[in-house]
């Protein structure tokens, strides 16, 4: 099996959020209370508990008073992922055989490097401040079945299957740009837009931060021969927390 993606067409994409419930569903994960915000777009962002939503885009349209674009947001499986740069934790953020970056909450240590390092604002903590994100239906694909969104989507909005195959479909229908195609070593998450990226709420070039590819080149190899541990640890706060800021009523002790 070769390296396997999801692709979102949000043309075809009705919102019915079906795929939404069915990652709920397949990782028995609990709902979220929400409220009505002026549509049925819910929750607002991505949670512990809520691995890929729908989000609304509501354009001006000549034809229809309104152009609706739903587009699915996720965890994108970059194929160069600033999350397992920047990760401490041996294990706790790993590549599966089809390409998928999954997680081990066991090995996680709750440091949160992973959020700074993400150019999609992916990660996720849980109660007990442990990674929780879209892990591409790691086991379900391992035993050769479909991720459970995927599954679900009745539409043909959210593909499931080998990578080059899916830029292929898309290709030959038309799309004007296969978003993720080669960003970041290609997404395992890839989109085919009809528009520039930015009318769907895309981040036009998407970027691991210098700091963390720094961090992953030098320091790190540096850190491992023990030569440079105790830098490499303030660096790498710095670009989680910033600058250390003096408390409030403290200020003149
Ligand atoms: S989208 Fe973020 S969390 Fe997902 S693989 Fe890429 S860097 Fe990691
Ligand atoms: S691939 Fe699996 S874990 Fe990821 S959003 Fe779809 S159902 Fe959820
Ligand atoms: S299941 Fe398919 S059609 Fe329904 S919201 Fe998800 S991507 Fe859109």
């Given at each position: 099996m070769g390296r396997m993606s999801i692709l979102v067409s949000p043309e075809l994409c009705i919102g019915c959020r079906g795929c939404q419930t069915a990652c709920k569903e397949w990782n028995q994960l609990s709902g979220v209370k929400t409220e009505n915000r002026g549509s049925t777009e819910n929750p607002p962002d991505l949670t512990p508990n809520t691995f890929n939503k729908i989000r609304y885009v509501e354009l001006p349209s000549e034809t229809n008073?309104?152009?609706?674009?739903?587009?699915?947001?996720?965890?994108?499986h970059c194929g160069d992922a600033g999350c397992m740069k920047i990760c401490p934790a041996p294990g706790a953020l790993f590549r599966t055989d089809e390409g998928a970056v999954a997680f081990d909450k066991d090995k996680c240590v709750g440091c949160k490097l992973c959020v700074t390092s993400c150019p999609f604002n992916v990660p996720r903590y849980d109660e007990k401040n442990k990674i929780s994100k879209c892990h591409l239906c790691a086991e379900r694909i391992a035993n050769r079945l479909e991720p459970a969104c995927t599954k679900t989507c009745p539409t043909g909005a959210l593909r499931f299957g080998e990578r080059d195959a899916l830029l292929g479909l898309a290709q030959k229908a038309g799309y004007a740009k296969v978003y993720g195609q080669a960003d970041l070593e290609g997404l395992g998450a890839m989109y085919a837009f009809m528009d520039a990226p930015k009318i769907y709420g895309m981040n036009e070039n998407p970027a691991i931060p210098e700091s963390v590819v720094f961090w992953d080149n030098v320091l790190r190899p540096l850190a491992y021969l023990g030569l440079a541990g105790a830098?490499?640890?303030?660096?790498?706060?710095?670009?989680?927390?910033?600058?250390?800021?003096?408390?409030?009523?403290k200020k003149d002790e």
């Open positions: 008073m309104v152009r609706w674009l739903f587009v699915s947001q996720r965890c994108m830098v490499a640890a303030s660096l790498v706060h710095y670009v989680a927390f910033g600058p250390k800021k003096i408390e409030e009523g």
